[in-house]
Nanobody, 114 residues
Framework: VQLQASGGGQVQPGGSLRLSCAASGSIGRINFMGWYRQAPGKQRELVAVITVGGTTKYADSVKGRFTISSDNAKNTMNLQMNSLNPEDTAVYYC?????????WGKGTQVTVSS
């Protein structure tokens, strides 16, 4: 499974970004996808996850601001991030759980700064 994440960048506080992750390879249906992030000097933390059935879970810090979605047929996932603040600055990683194995993307930098 190969993961390609895109959409990171720099934005001012209050702005928005949309991250995307596409899974490729000889794979069938993916049952679990998610986004994690790691800020400098901090541990990697869950941002949002989604199951094939559409069940979602968000970190308390992003509830109401971030929205995760997926296209099961295409094995793609998006993270719409609104009302960004400097505390959201981190490297964002996409995660796919497939056949009992975790696959991680390389990460995309999100910087929120004025």
């Amino acid at each position: 499974v190969q993961l390609q994440a895109s959409g990171g960048g720099q934005v001012q506080p209050g702005g928005s970004l949309r991250l995307s992750c596409a899974a490729s390879g000889s794979i069938g249906r993916i049952n679990f996808m998610g986004w994690y992030r790691q800020a400098p000097g901090k541990q990697r933390e869950l941002v949002a996850v989604i199951t094939v059935g559409g069940t979602t879970k968000y970190a308390d810090s992003v509830k109401g601001r971030f929205t995760i979605s997926s296209d099961n047929a295409k094995n793609t996932m998006n993270l719409q991030m609104n009302s960004l603040n400097p505390e959201d600055t981190a490297v964002y990683y996409c995660l796919v759980l497939y056949a009992g194995v975790d696959y991680w993307g390389k990460g995309t930098q999100v910087t929120v700064s004025s």
